[in-house]
């Protein structure tokens, strides 16, 4: 497992397979404020350092997360369709919810309440 900390915010981004596929399930523990949110976003492109696109994002524990914040999500996102990944999220909270309803994501990209979920509902 690896980690990439912030102020405020912690990712941890472990590999696993599903379905004989590689996996990235990448855990949001903290925020994303104006605090850290510029820092996050010229980091975000190392979850995609071993070429692996398709994505778990747990935002369980995610508990703000701002408009640069909702940016980078939409980048993680065109990442992964550029790629020919699959991107599922799992575990949000009301915030979460509503936030993301606002996002108008695309409709490849599955939303579930928990990880386990994502990770059981994984397409073949």
Do not use: C, R
Not at 36 to 65: C, M, P, R, V, W
Not at 76 to 92: A, C, D, R
């Amino acid at each position: 497992m690896e980690t990439l900390e912030f102020s405020s915010l912690t990712l941890s981004i472990e590999t696993f397979e599903i379905k004989e596929d590689k996996v990235l399930l990448v855990s949001f523990n903290g925020q994303i404020t104006n605090t850290n949110a510029y820092e996050i976003n010229q980091s975000i492109s190392q979850i995609f350092k071993g070429n692996i696109f398709n994505l778990i994002l747990d935002l369980t524990n995610l508990q703000y997360i701002n408009s640069i914040g909702v940016a980078t999500l939409l980048g993680m996102i065109k990442t992964v369709e550029q790629n020919g990944g699959v991107m599922l999220l799992g575990g949000l909270n009301h915030f979460l919810e509503n936030v993301i309803k606002l996002m108008d994501l695309p409709k490849h990209v599955k939303i579930h309440q928990s990880k386990e979920e994502a990770i059981k509902n994984w397409p073949n």
